[in-house]
């Protein structure tokens, strides 16, 4: 599925590194793009940035990160940018074969490998080499906080780098940002640890970093890619198994079809709750001004809700 027609941008005022004509920061003065392809890295590319540079999230908003693929118009914005940083390990399918026709201009950096990955349990035990390959590497790395505190070191010294005037800037904006990722995490490390129910259970495996780093159970009905349809024996198991641990919550990604969960709720008695794990945020939560710390919040107010946490 590709999302045509006019991009909406996530836009927020930024300075850069690239001769490449840009939008201007002050008469005379330009402000050089930087073009990311995720909303967790629009967010840690924002907070680093402050007034400096100019970020894009290229997705539309409401979008389905994992079907999107850009129109020309979205290939020619990237191509425009000083700098496009895309999420790596088979996310973006498109990315891979566009990167290789963008201009030299245009720096590239695939962040999955700069965090730490863990493997898929889609992952063929042959088959793959040491890149990071769709249905090697789970690529929803962003979900764990210490990842995003990575995420956030490596634009800071890839933005000092290439502006080294403003380095000082980026470096206490990077501080000020990781001292609240690490606020995040001290949250959900006290809130969720004496839980009744340590059982995650979605309907799309997105949040596997979520479940290791908090040392919780991930059980999904389908795998990393959102468009995949279960068997009719993965559901009756789903079912069998959200029985067998008393699991009363059943967690759906709202911007993919939630047919599956709504089932599996009404065949246990459980509920349907919608878990967001951030590949990208719709209007409302735009407009509301939500970001990846008010969502992660959000996100563990409703598992320890489910999870019947003290």
């Known amino acids: 599925m590709v999302f045509g027609g006019v991009i909406v ?14 939008a201007k920061q002050t008469e ?4 050089p793009i930087v073009s990311v392809s995720t909303f967790p890295l629009y967010e840690a590319a924002r907070n680093i940035a402050g007034d400096e540079l100019e970020v894009h999230n290229i997705i539309p908003l409401g979008g389905d990160a994992h079907m999107f693929s850009p129109n020309p118009t979205q290939v020619a914005e990237i191509s425009n940018a000083s700098l496009f940083i895309y999420n790596g390990a088979g996310f973006e399918t498109w990315a891979e074969s566009l990167k290789n026709t963008l201009p030299k201009t ?44 990575k995420m956030t070191q490596t634009l800071d010294a890839e933005f000092s780098k290439r502006l ?20 995040l995490k001290a949250e959900y490390t006290k809130g969720l640890a004496e839980c009744n129910n340590r059982t995650l259970v979605s309907n799309h495996d997105a949040f596997g970093y979520l479940a290791h780093s908090n040392k919780l159970e991930n059980i999904s009905v389908v ?32 911007m993919i079809n939630d047919n599956v969960s709504q089932t599996i709720a009404r065949e246990t008695g459980a509920k349907a709750v919608p878990l ?3 590949e990208n945020i719709s209007q409302d939560e735009l407009k509301s001004h939500q970001t990846y710390l008010t969502i992660m919040r959000e ?12």
């Open 106 to 149: 245009t720096q590239i950096i695939d962040m999955s490998q700069h965090v730490a990955m863990q493997k898929s349990e889609e992952e063929h035990e042959e088959g793959h080499d040491e890149e990071h390959q769709h249905g090697a590497y789970d690529p929803h790395y962003w979900l764990d906080i210490d990842n995003m505190i």
């Open 9 to 22: 941008a996530i836009v927020i005022g930024i300075s850069f590194f690239s001769p490449k004509p840009q």
């Open 223 to 254: 795998g990393l890619s959102s468009d995949e349809q279960p068997s009719a024996k993965n559901i009756a198991d789903i079912i069998a198994t959200v029985k067998e641990h008393g699991v009363k919550t059943i967690f759906f990604e709202e």
């Open 28 to 31: 005379g003065e330009v402000k």
């Open 299 to 310: 996100n563990l107010k409703k598992l320890r809700e489910a999870m019947e946490c003290r």
């Open 276 to 278: 967001q794990p951030l």
């Open 164 to 183: 080294p005037s403003k380095a000082e800037i980026f470096h206490g904006n990077a501080a000020t940002y990781i001292g609240e990722l690490q606020k």
